[in-house]
């Protein structure tokens, strides 16, 4: 119930007519502050009038008084920015570590704004808010569902940033992973990113004109030669396996995965992952999926033919686009400060169908409209940062909710 005392405190849906502090003082908010989600005081350059007396500084919120020293903010110098302590209820006085004795305001969450959020906690539908969702103005859906898709844009390109740093800055590695990973289509996107950072591609650039040279160095790598048996023949599986031997022993390769890192339950032949890295490895064949050409894609057309192999769809190509090239270009765009890059990114999805799948059906089915990849992957940032956590209270349409 503290988080919706901050929303109450953040949204300013305060009691009618005079604030007064438990030591007398009248208290006038004209700025609550901004909301601090990380350590250190939960409201920071709030802007309060204390008795007459303008002050600015930061604003701690609890429950209870005791809540104060119970988290050890009496001892915390990070708190001796603190001017006010806004709480449910008032049950002693609190201090800081510079020893000042802190002002209080008792503030009453509303009747209303607490049945809405506990139905809201308490429903199984989904989503939650549904009911609101088709009485929505139209200017505030797209405004939310832009602010959720660069949300998402940023939180997927801190991942290939990662895997660049982790790389010791090596962007090819980094589009090489997070290609392999998006072959995975989330089973076995795991064990796909584990097995592409073994994969020595300096000693596979050796033999990259070699399409079953590239084959048998990634097979051997996940431990699947033996798969092949079942696409083509044991006589060829032999020969993978034998090939590979030899270049474990030519490059000193690491200790290869094993079949069982893999899942092949509940998966289509067409998804068994000898399947896609052997894909992956006609890619890497004819250097279709090197970063600069990538980045040189004139749009979706041109990275469909880049991504064309043997066993992709179009559907699956768009999904590649979207779970690769898209935070690629973002990551990217951001790692060197061009916005133009970040820019083409987002174009990109607007240019790509919605996907279609059991969340955006259910938001569809509430009346919001769904047409693009841009709109279907801000829902998913919002279905899984949000509803998924009953994080309503930082939500836009839990917001509307509440307020109505």
């Known amino acids: 119930m503290e988080r919706l005392l901050h929303y109450v405190w953040k949204h300013r849906l305060l009691p009618v007519g005079t604030l007064i502090t438990s030591d007398g003082q009248e208290l006038e908010v004209i700025d609550p502050g901004l909301h601090n989600r990380d350590q250190g005081p939960d409201f920071f350059n709030a802007k309060v009038r204390l008795g007459g007396?303008?002050?600015?500084g930061n604003v701690e919120v609890h429950l209870r008084s005791s809540d104060w020293y119970r988290h050890g903010h009496d001892t915390d110098p990070a708190y001796n920015s603190v001017v006010l302590h806004v709480v449910g209820e008032v049950d002693g006085e609190v201090t800081t570590a510079d020893g000042k004795t802190l002002p209080q305001v008792r503030i009453?969450?509303?009747?209303?704004?607490?049945?809405?959020?506990n139905e809201l906690c308490r429903t199984e539908d989904y989503p939650r808010c549904h009911r609101i969702i088709p009485s929505l103005p139209t200017l505030k859906v797209h405004q939310w569902m832009d602010a959720l898709l660069v949300e998402r844009l940023k939180e997927r390109s801190e991942l290939v940033e990662a895997r660049a740093e982790r790389t010791g800055g090596d962007w090819e590695r980094a589009t090489f992973v997070t290609l392999s990973r998006s072959f995975g289509f989330g089973l076995n996107g795991d064990s796909f990113e584990r097995w592409a950072m073994r994969i020595p591609l300096q000693a596979a650039g050796k033999h990259r004109d070699d399409l079953f040279q590239v084959e048998a160095l990634f097979l051997g790598m996940a431990g699947l030669t033996d798969e092949v048996k079942t696409l083509r023949s044991g006589q060829e599986a032999e020969r993978l396996r034998q090939e590979f031997a030899y270049l474990q022993h030519k490059f000193s390769l690491d200790e290869p995965l094993q079949r069982s890192d893999w899942h092949f339950l509940r998966t289509r032949p067409g998804n068994f992952p000898s399947v896609r890295i052997m894909q992956i490895a006609e890619l890497y064949h004819k250097g279709q999926v090197q970063m600069s050409r990538l980045l040189e894609a004139k749009g979706v057309d041109e990275l469909q033919q880049c991504l064309?192999?043997?066993?992709?769809?179009?559907?699956?190509?768009?999904?590649?686009?979207?779970?690769?090239?898209?935070?690629?270009?973002?990551?990217?765009?951001?790692?060197?400060?061009?916005?133009d890059i970040c820019q083409r990114a987002v174009r990109l999805l607007e240019q790509l169908p919605a996907e279609n799948n059991y969340i955006l059906r259910q938001?569809?089915?509430?009346?919001?409209?769904?047409?693009?990849?841009?709109?279907?992957?801000a829902l998913i940032q919002l279905k899984r940062q949000y509803c998924d956590r009953t994080d309503c209270l930082r939500c836009r349409f839990g917001y509307e909710f509440l307020k109505r």
């Open 308 to 339: 064309a192999v043997r066993g992709t769809t179009a559907g699956s190509r768009r999904l590649l686009i979207i779970n690769t090239v898209v935070p690629l270009l973002f990551a990217y765009g951001r790692h060197i400060g061009d916005e």
């Open 108 to 117: 009453d969450i509303p009747e209303r704004i607490r049945q809405s959020y």
């Open 53 to 56: 007396t303008l002050w600015a």
């Open 363 to 377: 938001w569809q089915a509430c009346g919001l409209r769904v047409q693009t990849a841009a709109d279907s992957q």
